[in-house]
């Protein structure tokens, strides 16, 4: 059962960066289509960002573009999300997901993926 572990959340000012990234111990990932989710209690969870196996494809929210950088480095089987120019509405649990099937545009697109992280806490706040 692939168990993935997100990193690197945590409180931050409005303007800020962080960065997330998502591993998978003892598995590796060069196989599967990797996003990112967000969710905020009480509201429906959002893509984020989504990243091929091979990292030539990548697939962002409207809401994140021109901030977020999604990437993958197979050969450290981790998959990064850099976030800059961190905003108030960003605050949420966000979650590393993979699957083996889907491409980019269906993982992104409202099809769930198989495998899930715990989450990981980002709070944008002064």
């Known amino acids: 059962q692939l168990r993935l572990v997100e990193s690197g959340g945590g409180l931050v000012q409005p303007g800020g960066s962080l960065r997330l990234s998502c591993a998978a111990p003892?598995?590796?990932?060069?196989?599967?289509?990797i996003g990112w989710f967000r969710q905020v209690p009480g509201k429906e969870r959002e893509a984020v960002s989504c990243?091929?196996?091979?990292?030539?494809?990548?697939n962002y929210a409207d809401s994140v573009k021109g901030r977020f950088t999604i990437s993958r480095d197979n050969a450290e089987n981790t998959v990064t999300l850099q976030m800059n120019s961190l905003k108030p509405e960003d605050t949420a649990i966000y979650y590393c997901?993979?699957?083996?099937?889907?491409?980019?545009?269906?993982?992104?697109?409202?099809?769930?993926?198989?495998?899930w992280g715990q989450g990981t806490q980002v709070t944008v706040s002064s």
């Open positions: 003892g598995f590796t990932l060069d196989a599967y289509t």
């Open positions: 997901a993979a699957d083996i099937t889907y491409p980019v545009r269906d993982m992104c697109g409202g099809i769930p993926p198989q495998y």
């Open positions: 990243i091929s196996s091979s990292g030539r494809s990548t």
